[in-house]
């Protein structure tokens, strides 16, 4: 087993964590992105990739082995803009990352 196979799992708890103690949420793919990247990877040349779908994330492996995940996540503040009032950036400290 790898160093990057070992981390990985550590560094999703991480930012999910980060991510909701700043009050963001997590958003699932629709049909379509999950259809685009199975597309995407269908159509390389080289075998034995696939994609993953875990709850709101997409994972990108190779021959059984996690290569990179891809989540979206969405503030409170993002959602009431919508509604009309103004929206407002909220921004994570890298520093805060790993602690």
């Known amino acids: 087993m790898s160093a990057s196979s070992l981390l990985l799992p550590h560094t999703l708890v991480i930012s999910r964590t980060l991510f909701l103690s700043v009050r963001f949420s997590p958003l ?39 290569l990179v995940s891809a989540s979206a996540w969405s503030d409170h503040v993002h959602v009431a803009s919508r509604s009309g009032l103004q929206p407002t950036t909220r921004h994570v400290p890298l520093s805060s990352w790993g602690r």
């Open 28 to 66: 699932s793919f629709n049909n379509f992105i999950e259809n685009q990247a199975e597309c995407l990877v269908k159509r390389t040349l080289i075998r034995d990739f696939h994609i993953e779908k875990r709850q709101s994330l997409l994972v990108l492996c190779w021959q059984r082995r996690e």
